[in-house]
């Protein structure tokens, strides 16, 4: 797709080390690390794609070469549950399905459907006025979770992983960080 190489991936493995490698970009939001790993500039048109049926195949390309990674090389005292904010099916998938589904390891195990949104507010393109007006109202399903991590495709002005952690800590539960694909606020 990006060198238009032959090749059995969407984008072959070559332009994938050279384009696509991610980096540990991080930033807090109410004191919690939130750990990107792409500047939001740099896969815009890949993160685009996420309601069309290319979407699937590209945010599994990222999330193998992100998120794959970093739980590979995440360790703790004991096995955590990582949470994908607002994984509906939208599009026959859910993106943030798939980066969550790739944290999967010896000290994260992944749950799925269990933290939606209540109402349908977009925050795509939006200003922070409008996120800060038109709270997301999330609901957290009954999980015997207690140390969690919230997982998110991008982060702009931090208003939804506030929302999400503000709704975990009322469960009494505690978010020890953040995973996103790409940072907006990276120049």
């Known amino acids: 797709m990006l ?14 080390n050279t384009f696509l ?3 540990i970009y991080k930033r807090k939001v109410q004191n919690i690390d939130v750990i990107s790993f792409y500047k939001y500039k740099e896969i815009k048109n890949l993160l685009h794609t996420k309601h069309t049926d290319l979407g ?17 090389e995440f360790k703790f ?15 026959g998938y859910s993106h943030t399905a798939i980066l969550n589904k790739k944290l999967k ?8 459907n269990l933290l939606h949104s209540t109402n349908e507010v977009s925050y795509s ?14 609901s957290l399903q009954r ?34 960080l953040c995973l996103t694909l790409a940072d907006s606020s990276l120049k």
């Open 143 to 176: 999980t015997k979770a207690k140390e969690i991590i919230l997982v998110d495709d991008i982060i702009t002005t931090g208003s939804t992983l506030n929302q999400a952690i503000n709704i975990i800590k009322k469960s009494n539960k505690d978010v020890l």
């Open 56 to 72: 699937y195949y590209m945010y599994s390309i990222l999330a193998a070469n992100s998120f794959y990674s970093f739980a590979q």
């Open 105 to 112: 390891s010896r000290y994260i195990k992944p749950l799925h």
């Open 21 to 23: 490698k991610p980096q």
């Open 77 to 91: 005292t004991h096995k955590i549950n990582s949470i994908a904010i607002d994984d509906n099916i939208k599009s």
């Open 125 to 138: 393109g939006k200003s922070k006025e409008y996120r800060l007006n038109n709270p997301r109202e999330f």
């Open 3 to 16: 060198c238009e190489d032959i090749s059995f991936t969407h984008i072959c493995k070559n332009c994938q």
